[in-house]
């Protein structure tokens, strides 16, 4: 007799996180919905791609992905022990959230945010107690403490707001708070401030770092977390054993090791990201301060699931969230200037 195993109780009744549209292959869309680089990765990651041994396949990675970490502590001005990588930042949420949290701990963080840290909590079958972010998307520093959470999580710049919390507040809520505080960094290459020099002070800090946005390597899969060697070494436990494969490895670390050209990128999402929210508010929309590679704005109106499908019609993707307090919003991702050129001649068009 066959029959279709029950799963746990918590997946079971779990939706998993739901991902933003990717369009089809050779598919000629203008993608701006899923915070990705406009620029294609540096020509140095793609020689390091070409030019692998394929003795690197034949034999298993270095399970820590020692010259990656070699090259991210030398970037950061840490020590290796100190730096711990992932298939994707994703992974390094995920190895934190099975490091620090069981079932029924208090996991804390503001809400709306990262819309995976609910599925990793449902996954642990961890309690999640969200706070309101505090006015002008302030972090609710005494909010925070108040839940009696064992860890804290919180994006930084945020999404889908793309606002910055000034390392001065990061300073206060983790010189108060004795738990697990994770500031997931996905962002913060597009950034004026970021949280590694608290890392010196708190050894209860975990920075998560992504290549996905900054170094234009989303589809490579590759993040990694910075923290004191006590918290990287508890995490190295419960990572898969070989988690980051020898292509992934090897490019990663050229596309770390090019600063420069990932600078350049930098540079113009910043650029772009300031004359894309003025020509918006030019056209009446309300754009939130961004400190990311995308900008959450309110439209006119208020109908932003119809602009979201009007949009969608003439081949640009952006992202609606179907969410409480974002069904007036949506958040588009900064491109090329062709790019946000189209989407604005597309929103000027009737
Ligand atoms: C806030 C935040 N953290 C982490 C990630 C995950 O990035 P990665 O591609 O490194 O898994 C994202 C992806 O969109 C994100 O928005």
Redesign the pocket.
Same mark, same amino acid.
């Given at each position: 007799m066959s029959i279709t195993p029950r799963a746990r109780p918590n997946v079971e009744k779990m939706s998993g996180y739901t991902p933003g549209e990717q369009p089809r292959p050779g598919e000629r869309v203008v993608k701006l919905n /899923? &915070?990705e680089n406009p620029f294609p990765p540096s020509p140095r990651v793609v020689e390091a791609i070409r030019s692998i041994d394929p003795e690197r396949l034949r034999r298993y990675p270095n399970p820590s992905a020692e010259e990656f970490r070699q090259t991210a502590a030398r970037v950061h001005g840490v020590s290796p022990d100190m730096i711990v990588a992932g298939n +994707? !930042? #994703?992974?390094? %949420?995920a190895m934190a959230v099975r490091t620090y949290l069981g079932p029924g701990d208090v996991f804390a963080y503001p809400d709306p /945010? =990262?819309s %995976?840290y609910p599925v990793l909590a449902e996954m642990g079958e961890v309690r999640v107690v969200t706070v309101p972010w505090d006015a002008g998307w302030d972090l609710p520093v005494d909010a925070l403490l108040g839940t009696g959470a064992r860890a804290i999580f919180f $994006?930084n710049p &945020? $999404?889908p707001t793309g606002t910055l919390v000034p390392t001065a507040r990061v300073r206060a809520l983790a010189a108060r708070f004795s738990g697990l505080l994770l500031v #997931?960094e $996905? =962002?913060v290459d597009f950034a004026d401030e970021n949280s590694l020099p608290l890392l010196h002070e708190f050894p209860n800090l975990i920075v !998560?770092r /992504? %290549?996905?946005?900054g170094y234009a390597l989303?589809g490579l899969?590759? +993040?990694y977390a910075i923290a004191a060697p006590a918290v990287v070494s508890e995490m190295n436990k419960v990572k898969d054993s070989y988690n980051c494969d020898a292509i992934a490895t090897r490019a990663a670390t050229a596309a770390l090791q090019d600063q420069d050209y990932a600078r350049r990128s930098w540079e113009h999402v910043r650029a772009e990201r300031g004359r894309l929210s003025e020509a918006l508010q030019r056209r009446g929309w309300q754009v939130i301060p961004s400190q990311a590679n995308f900008v959450l704005a309110t439209c006119p109106g208020g109908n932003a699931a119809a602009i979201y499908r009007a949009l969608k019609g003439k081949g640009i993707l952006v992202r609606f969230f179907d969410k409480p307090g974002l069904t007036d919003k949506l958040r588009i991702t900064i491109g090329t200037a062709e790019e946000n050129d189209q989407l604005l001649a597309a929103l000027s068009a009737p």
């Open positions: /899923t &915070n +994707g !930042s #994703d992974e390094i %949420l /945010t =990262y %995976l $994006a &945020n $999404a #997931d $996905a =962002y !998560s /992504t %290549l996905s946005k989303a899969r590759f +993040g």
